[in-house]
């Protein structure tokens, strides 16, 4: 057996793990990852310029996942997080046939709702990209237990989020559009299959309430961190526990709106610089 503490790793252990998506969503999966990993150096790139990839081809988004991620290369990251299902299910493959550090990807966490689901009916919000994907479909046959599984692609709701108007009424409207049909099937889980939908949570749990539904929503920020960490022991990667972790946050579309909008979400302050 091999002892993987004696694999010879390359970058320094203290390297930053670097993070990315097309826009804001990610940030909550870095959130989680910044409160496990304290110690650890951040690097975040949104992609806001070419947001949303859930409206773009297929090659469209895998140029853009190569760019990002060779520039994070480039700054030394000794991981890659693709914070984003859309970017995961399109283009992590040939993104890990490229480069030779660990890449964790983000995927709608079907398996857990199905097991957990008492109704056998749950559903799934995706992008429109994703909903396509054949690797998201595969995923479903393989893990959904019997359960019934109701794909909801919702174009819009990403833009709402990135123009931060989560609480506008055109974005409500979106909502109860995507949600009353999941609700009146009677699904009692919902996965949020886009990293956005976390920062949604709130509004969708105000339409179930109201339709006096009782349904539970699944997000993956958590199993993505425990990935992180189990790979990042494996491969003998761990910052230091005296390392000062240090947060950076990068955007192509730096604007005021976009920095006022990390700052909102990320809910510390921080200066969103140019990528
Ligand atoms: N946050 C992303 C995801 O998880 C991408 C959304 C988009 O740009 O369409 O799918």
Request: proline share 5%.
């Amino acid at each position: 057996m091999t002892n993987l503490k004696n694999v010879n790793i390359g970058p320094s252990n203290n390297a930053p793990i670097g993070i990315f998506d097309s826009g804001v969503g990610g940030l909550s999966i870095a959130k989680c990852i910044s409160e496990q990993l304290p110690h650890e150096g951040l690097i975040y790139v949104a992609d806001t310029l070419h947001a949303p990839y859930g409206e773009k081809s297929i090659d469209f988004i895998i140029e853009r996942v190569n760019t990002i991620a060779h520039r994070l290369v480039k700054q030394g990251a000794k991981v890659l997080v693709i914070a984003c299902n859309t970017a995961t299910v399109n283009a992590i493959s040939q993104l890990r046939e490229q480069l030779s550090i660990p890449i964790i990807g983000v995927e709608p966490a079907i398996k857990p709702a199905a097991l957990q689901s008492k109704s056998k009916k749950v559903a799934v919000l995706v992008t429109q990209a994703t909903s396509e994907n054949s690797q998201f479909k595969s995923l479903i046959t393989k893990h959904q237990n019997g359960a019934q599984v109701f794909i909801q692609p919702c174009p819009g709701l990403v833009e709402k989020i990135e123009q931060g108007l989560s609480d506008s009424h055109c974005c409500d409207q979106l909502l109860r559009r995507y949600l009353l049909p999941l609700i009146a099937q009677k699904v009692d889980r919902i996965v949020l299959g886009c990293t956005h939908y976390p920062f949604l949570q709130q509004q969708i749990k105000r339409i179930i309430e109201e339709e006096k539904a009782s349904i539970l929503l699944v997000e993956t920020a958590l199993p993505v961190t425990l990935q992180l960490i189990s790979q990042l022991e494996r491969h003998n990667l761990s910052a230091a526990k005296s390392n000062i972790g240090t947060r950076q946050f990068y955007s192509s579309k730096n604007t005021n709106i976009q920095q006022e909008l990390f700052t909102k979400l990320w809910q510390n302050p921080l200066t969103l610089q140019s990528f």
